[in-house]
DNA sequence: TAAATATAGTTACCTAGGGTAATTATTTTT
DNA sequence: AAAAATAATTACCCTAGGTAACTATATTTA
């Protein structure tokens, strides 16, 4: 499938930009709406559980959850551990999540636009399947 | 098609670091490689028609163009027009090319190991579909 | 159980990559 | 000829992430 890197890619910035524009509306961006939908979907998390879930270092975790303290959409509660940190959203977290996840949904719907719902769901089904092909390369690389 | 972004943007990372190291045995980065790309396949072409095609601001290529006349995989030619700066490859530029196109057609393949044709031809053309779906929106919202 | 090791998070510093506004040189329009 | 447009550049700024070193706490192990 040669080109299907070009493929892939063009479509980037546009959607990028377009989310970062839609989610800029509640002072956020992409990133750090990663984290907001993660706690939201998995309940009250370490910054270990997040960067583990996104492949990203500790300390970009760390900038986000700053950020989103901030913002006063998540905050700290205790737990057994006291190495960790754990958050949560907070009621105004919730209901930024609530709007930012109608407005994200609604683009998803708009973007799809004349496409077939089966090619929807296999290009749905198979970008995770290339996903899985990258990481089987990384594992081949470090046995 | 909820969820959509999500598995979009959740293969990024790990396909742009891929293609990053792959591409750095040659001292480029995509973004670099996308200037390579754009004049091989366009023929000596000036930093606008690059920058247009891209989406990105002139500036963006007027540093990726330095950087390859560092390495010396592109020189500028003299045109009509002296404002413009129209550049070509160097004889090294092409043999970088073959080499990273090789690399790059062949990680291509991997990546889609397992998965049916069909499917990949599916993947193919709807994401320029997709694209087309968000430059409407653009168009829309200017009108 | 004391010492060694591992883990969670933070801080400071660095890099990649792109944007905006202003500027220069040249060309095109009026 | 003067005004407007275009191509490229420069200077400055922003976002986002990485690495290495560090602190505090928890877990292993000898």
Same mark, same amino acid.
């Given at each position: 499938?040669?080109?299907?890197?070009?493929?892939?890619?063009?479509?980037? +910035? =546009?959607?990028? =930009?377009?989310? %970062?524009?839609?989610?800029?509306?509640?002072?956020?961006?992409?990133?750090?709406?990663?984290?907001?939908?993660?706690? !939201? $979907? $998995?309940?009250?998390?370490?910054?270990?559980?997040?960067?583990?879930?996104? %492949?990203?270092?500790?300390?970009?975790?760390? +900038? +986000? /959850?700053?950020?989103?303290?901030?913002? @006063?959409?998540? +905050? @700290?509660?205790?737990?057994?551990?006291?190495?960790? !940190?754990?958050?949560?959203?907070?009621?105004?977290?919730?209901?930024?999540?609530?709007?930012?996840? !109608?407005?994200? =949904?609604?683009?998803?719907? =708009?973007?799809?636009?004349?496409?077939? !719902?089966?090619? @929807?769901? /296999?290009?749905?089904?198979?970008?995770?399947?290339? @996903?899985?092909?990258?990481? #089987?390369?990384?594992?081949? #690389?470090?046995?």
């Amino acid at each position: 499938m040669e080109g299907f890197f070009q493929r892939y890619l063009g479509l980037y +910035r =546009t959607l990028i =930009t377009s989310l %970062n524009e839609l989610l800029s509306a509640y002072e956020l961006s992409y990133s750090l709406w990663q984290v907001v939908f993660y706690i !939201k $979907n $998995n309940g009250p998390s370490t910054l270990v559980d997040i960067a583990n879930q996104y %492949n990203v270092e500790k300390p970009t975790i760390t +900038r +986000r /959850v700053h950020r989103l303290e901030e913002l @006063q959409l998540v +905050r @700290q509660i205790a737990g057994q551990d006291r190495r960790e !940190k754990i958050i949560q959203l907070t009621e105004l977290g919730e209901e930024v999540y609530q709007a930012c996840r !109608k407005r994200i =949904t609604d683009l998803e719907f =708009t973007i799809m636009d004349g496409i077939a !719902k089966e090619e @929807q769901e /296999v290009v749905f089904h198979t970008l995770p399947r290339i @996903q899985e092909n990258f990481k #089987k390369k990384e594992g081949d #690389k470090i046995e």
